[in-house]
């Protein structure tokens, strides 16, 4: 029998409301494993944001229990947040660019804030911006930029730092195939290097482009589990069950 | 297709902090508000008169203390001419045998005359108004009760008409005033100081709120309170730093200003009430202050708001 596989992150019995509205998300148990590449997917207002909300630490939920890099990030003291949001890449469904920084600013953004030196992120976000199509616009305002291009300064955002985890809500709605293509390869080989990708779609077109991908699905609020490997414990996938 | 750069060279974390001007332009705008260094300006402008005065009116009051500590004054008020003079003799000849004497002086009679002359006017008759005959005394010890008594007690046999009375008992009630003008000084700078810090505290939550995007993005992306905490710090030293020279230059002007009109007066006890060079350095660090008060006012406001925050 092989050793459990280390989690990275689990919800035991999440339930999420706003105010004193019913839950947008209820009961919600899974585990998420270093290395995986799992898609969200449900219909608009199923509550796949709020879901990735809990996962970036934007949202403390209602109920439940949630932990993040073996530590059970809800009784954590906020102090100690931004080191786990450290860890992670985030593409937010709308970008949150900074309007009055540059796409270059905007991509270094997450090393500036982790401590690189500027002699030391100069070239990798002049490289990142480069391989995502926008070397010529590095010094353009989010504003002056399209929808497109800013999906993909946003994208460039989240990578740049090589984070544990990459959460990404719709990161190819803006995009043209090609360049959706481009980016889900690019998430697939963060993948291959043990970056744990967790990305939300309703477009199911994208979950064929990545073979291995383990689905969760988000119907009204309640997650099921097509693929079986977000149970706790979890189904080993590809062993045989 | 070609790798992608972050997969083959990521770059290295490291210790360089989220502050200075790597962290300044991430707020548009570099000032946390147009007026702000003005209206510290004005602060230290006020706080710097304020103090100015009260450290003159401090000074003023030491020295006029100092100076009557052991000064005393013994006045014969004998109406008969002659018969004051002799007492004021015997007076004198008794005092300056006594320990606790210092020295003493009598003070001549045309000189008490030439400083009633405003009120009795000139050529009085010896006769017209009995004028007393004054001694000035400088006391060893300090002009106090039990010395005084003691000294009125040796007098008595020989000078009944002689009255001493520390000259300390006549500028009571000035000392007390110019005291009580001091705590009205230092109340000023209190108050000065609070509307400061009221000030700061309302433009830094202006700016938290006109910056509340950008902020919960660093935040998302793992900025601490701290780094965000110390851009707002880092506008506000500025704006402070402004004012509080702009403000420290206006104040010292005026505090100037006064002093030459107030020692053109020529009087001795406001020419007292002059500063000295420790004094100047005081109102120096006025604006030393206000930039502390403000940096911290401001480090306070935005942690407190980002508390609310997760």
């Known amino acids: 029998m092989s050793a459990p596989e280390e989690e990275i992150v689990r919800f035991d019995n999440v339930g999420l409301r706003y105010g004193t509205e019913r839950e947008v998300l209820s009961n919600i148990s899974f585990t998420l494993f270093p290395g995986r590449f799992y898609f969200l997917t449900g219909a608009s207002g199923a509550g796949k944001t709020s879901l990735l909300k809990l996962l970036y630490l934007a949202q403390r939920p209602s109920r439940g229990a949630i932990r993040m890099f073996g530590t059970d990030v809800i009784t954590q003291p906020r102090e100690r947040l931004p080191a786990y949001r450290r860890r992670m890449g985030v593409v937010f469904q709308d970008f949150r660019l900074v309007d009055h920084l540059s796409a270059f600013d905007n991509v270094a953004l997450p090393l500036r804030v982790s401590g690189v030196r500027e002699a030391d992120l100069l070239g990798p976000v002049a490289d990142m911006l480069e391989w995502v199509g926008l070397a010529h616009r590095a010094d353009a305002r989010p504003a002056t930029l399209s929808g497109g291009e800013q999906q993909r300064v946003a994208i460039a955002r989240a990578v740049i730092g090589r984070p544990d985890m990459l959460v990404a809500d719709e990161p190819t709605g803006n995009v043209d195939p090609e360049m959706a293509l481009k980016l889900i390869r690019l998430f697939e080989a963060l993948n291959r290097l043990g970056t744990t990708v967790v990305v939300a779609t309703h477009d199911v077109h994208l979950l064929r482009k990545v073979p291995d991908s383990l689905i969760m699905r988000l119907d009204k609020g309640v997650l099921s589990d097509p693929t079986g490997a977000l149970r706790y414990p979890p189904r080993r996938v590809g062993a045989g069950e | ?310």
């Not at chain 2, 109406?79 to 003493?104: F, H, K, S, W, Y």
């Not at chain 2, 007690?153 to 009255?163: F, K």
């Not at chain 2, 230092?186 to 309302?202: D, E, M, N, P, R």
């Open chain 2, 1 to 310: 297709m070609k790798k992608p750069p972050v997969l083959s060279r990521p770059a290295a974390r490291g210790p360089a902090p989220l502050r200075g001007k790597r962290a300044a332009h991430l707020l548009p705008q570099t000032r946390l508000g147009g007026p702000m260094p003005w209206v510290i300006a004005i602060m230290v402008a006020l706080t710097v008169l304020a103090a100015g005065g009260g450290l003159a009116l401090d000074n003023l009051a030491d020295r006029a203390r100092g100076e009557l500590a052991g000064s005393a004054t013994v006045q014969i008020l004998a109406v008969d001419p002659e018969n004051r003079a002799r007492q004021a003799e015997a007076v004198a000849e008794i005092l300056v045998q006594d320990p606790d004497v210092a020295g003493l002086a009598l003070v001549p009679q045309d000189t008490v005359e030439r400083l009633l002359e405003p009120w009795l006017g000139s050529g009085n008759p010896e006769d017209a108004v009995p004028i007393p005959a004054l001694i000035d005394l400088r006391l060893r010890g300090g002009a106090d009760k039990a010395t005084l008594d003691r000294l009125r007690g040796l007098l008595a046999e020989r000078a009944p008409d002689a009255r001493i009375d520390a000259q300390g008992k006549w500028l009571a009630p000035v000392l007390a005033a110019l005291s009580a003008l001091g705590w009205m000084a230092l109340g000023l700078i209190a108050l000065l100081a609070f509307t400061g810090a009221a000030a700061v505290w309302l433009a830094a939550r202006n700016a938290l709120g006109s910056n509340r995007d950008t902020i919960e993005i660093v935040h998302l992306l793992g900025g601490s309170d701290h780094q965000i905490a110390r851009i707002f710090q880092r506008s506000i030293l500025f704006d402070a730093l402004l004012g509080g020279v702009l403000g420290l230059v206006l104040g010292m002007a005026a505090v100037w200003l006064m002093g030459a009109q107030f020692s053109a007066l020529d009087s001795g006890l406001v020419s007292g009430g002059g500063l000295e060079s420790s004094d100047w350095l005081v109102l120096a660090l006025v604006p030393a202050g206000a930039v502390v008060l403000a940096v911290f006012t401001a480090r306070f406001t935005v942690l407190a708001s980002l508390r609310k925050m997760l």
